[in-house]
């Protein structure tokens, strides 16, 4: 048993009518109810849902504030490769595209995490592309080992691995990991990855579950908006989410919300997602669940993160570089995506302080 | 009004008002309140600190206020992991009291019953002050205490919920069982539930999310401890008794007088 026996009882079409179907009154009925499940998310999520979306973000107000504080977890991501043997159509590290590739050495690793550790960070996101031979898990490992004692939160976002695989590098020290669907729509997903194991629809959608068995600490799920409807994608997402939460109760879990964002050789959204809908869809999530862990990177631009962390966001990156080297050895190479808020660490310190919000650097120990 | 205070191992409490760390909208916010609230006890995650630096946040507007520390083992998941962090903390923060909490559920992060009275028992004998967050369960109340726990600290509700004292009919016969100290950990939303909790006899209670996430936190504090307060002395002056029943207007014995 995994995920897919629960996902191939969905029919993405019928999602999508059912979604666009829903009027006010059934939102409306949603607010009366103390406990959301997944029938009444879909409903939060639809269009019919829109104009009530302050209601929302009061709710995902008070319920945040409730569960998280008020605070605000900082974390940081650190590309160590860009090589990858994947064709991804939306990203600027697919093997397609005619850019120098670089993987980091460990003195040009330790050399970016010195730079991130004066910064203030202790919670850090490594980043890959997939390439076994070069980026394999004893390279991964090897990583963890070399920076462990400089972070107390390690967490990995590469390509999906083996359970065995993973264990090993749990017991080396890492916390979590993050990978996305990008979209759960088998065909769209199949035109966006032609070529390379990411092509592997129902491998990738399995991941979390070889995870939980691993014993992970926490899983971060999302899909990649602009593949596809948003909407479904969404509720495929959050299908996921509970059906894991269910499985796997030990494990804690996250939800991101990447936008495409422009790289060269860029891709133009399938289906739009406006600030507006982000917004929907971030409150939505919040009051499915009080738990989950939402996070906004710095794909999104200024004023949006500076109120999104009102909105039921629980943790944020800043002054990101989404290319290998990109803090100290090679700051000048080309970039995964460009980001959009391009604030210093310090800078968006002091917007979350004088919102009320205390930083939190770090909320982790490893045993 | 006698003395009453709180005797927990080697301390003596004042304030019967325990609280926490989390949550805050900045760590001067959190001492301010914390020093309104005048409690004497206060647990701050292992986790969140920053143990290789000595200007922590944190601890820094902890220190120096007459305030004892209370680490806690938040975020392990096994009885394991829960020594291996209470030997951190006792050498980190040179204190060995330790809030025992051990929840591998990350989502209502609830107390495993199982693993902590591993863990309390492995505790006790390494000569720690434990102080376990358990579900209102009187049987793993009185096995805790064979183990030699100085404290239970059963919850009045899930962690963070501010539902007040759900678990009512368990913690009465933890309190009336117990010969440790109860604390009410957990649940606990407004002054009113920690008056009630307090009237019912508990010893103490520990509050954190309803001061910390309160939208003027020192208040907040203040109303606590004075509710802490008021229900303790409401709990030794000895409540009225409730009478379930009206006394009726034409009784139905009374004939019996006429008989007599």
């Known amino acids: 048993m995994s995920f897919k026996n629960t996902f191939e009882k969905y029919d993405w079409d019928t999602l999508e009518k059912e979604i666009y179907e829903v009027t006010s009154q059934d939102v409306e009925k949603v607010f009366l109810k103390e406990k959301i499940d997944l029938e009444d998310f879909k409903k939060l999520i639809s269009p019919a849902a829109t104009p009530f979306i302050e209601q929302m973000a009061q709710r995902s107000n008070t319920i945040t504030k409730k569960r998280f504080g008020n605070t605000i977890q900082m974390y940081i991501p650190m590309y160590l490769s860009n090589e990858c043997q994947n064709i991804c159509t939306y990203c600027g590290f697919s093997m397609d595209n005619g850019i120098r590739r670089k993987t980091l050495s460990d003195t040009e690793i330790l050399k970016e995490v010195e730079h991130i550790k004066k910064l203030g960070y202790n919670h850090i996101l490594l980043v890959t592309g997939e390439a076994n031979k070069t980026v394999g898990v004893s390279y991964l490992k090897h990583a963890i080992d070399l920076i462990r004692s400089q972070f107390s939160n390690i967490s990995i976002e590469v390509q999906p691995l083996d359970q065995e695989e993973y264990e090993t590098l749990i017991s080396a020290g890492l916390y979590a990991v993050l990978v996305y669907q990008e979209t759960y729509h088998k065909a769209t997903y199949k035109t966006h990855h032609p070529k390379g194991r990411k092509s592997n629809f129902d491998y990738r959608l399995d991941t979390p579950d070889r995870l939980g068995k691993a014993g992970i600490h926490k899983i971060g799920l999302g899909a990649l908006f602009g593949l596809e409807d948003w909407r479904v994608d969404s509720f495929y997402t959050a299908l996921h989410l509970k059906y894991l939460q269910k499985t796997y109760w030990k494990t804690k879990y996250s939800i991101s919300f990447p936008r495409l964002r422009p790289h060269q050789g860029g891709l133009d959204p399938k289906v739009e997602m406006t600030d507006t809908d982000l917004v929907q869809l971030i409150c939505a999530y919040r009051l499915l669940d009080e738990d989950v862990e939402l996070s906004l990177s710095t794909r999104e631009s200024e004023t949006f993160r500076n109120h999104g962390i009102h909105l039921g966001i629980t943790s944020i990156s800043a002054e990101s570089k989404t290319n290998p080297g990109g803090y100290s050895v090679e700051p000048e190479s080309l970039e995964q995506f460009e980001i959009s808020d391009n604030r210093t660490t310090k800078q968006i310190k002091q917007m979350i302080q004088s919102q009320g919000y205390e930083v939190v650097w770090k909320d982790w120990f490893s045993i | ?260």
């Open chain 2, 1 to 260: 009004m006698t003395t009453d205070t709180l005797k927990i191992a080697d301390k003596t409490f004042k304030s019967r008002l325990f609280t926490g760390t989390g949550k805050f909208s900045s760590a001067n916010k959190m001492r301010e309140a914390i020093i309104a609230s005048e409690s004497e006890l206060v647990t701050v995650a292992l986790k969140r600190v920053d143990l290789e630096n000595e200007s922590d946040d944190m601890l820094v507007h902890l220190n120096g206020n007459q305030i004892n520390l209370l680490p806690n083992t938040s975020g392990v998941r096994t009885a394991k992991e829960a020594v291996f962090a209470a030997e951190l903390a006792r050498e980190a923060l040179q204190t060995n009291w330790i809030k025992l909490e051990i929840h591998p559920d990350p989502k209502y992060l609830l107390p495993d019953p199982i693993e902590t009275l591993k863990a309390a028992e492995t505790l006790v004998k390494l000569g720690f002050v434990v102080m376990p967050y358990i579900h209102a369960d009187p049987v793993l109340c009185k096995r805790l205490e064979d183990v030699g726990v100085q404290c239970v600290m059963p919850l009045g509700a899930p962690i963070g919920s501010n539902k007040g004292i759900k678990t009512l009919e368990f913690l009465e016969i933890i309190i009336e069982q117990s010969n440790v100290p109860v604390i009410v950990d957990a649940g606990i939303g407004a002054p009113s539930h920690a008056a009630f909790a307090m009237e019912l006899g508990a010893d103490a209670v520990l509050v954190n999310t309803a001061i910390a996430v309160s939208q003027n936190p020192v208040d907040m504090g203040i109303a606590f401890k004075m509710a802490v307060e008021a229900g303790r002395i409401a709990y030794n002056a000895k409540l009225a008794p409730i009478k379930n029943q009206a006394e009726a207007s034409s009784p139905l014995t009374s004939f019996l007088n006429d008989l007599n």
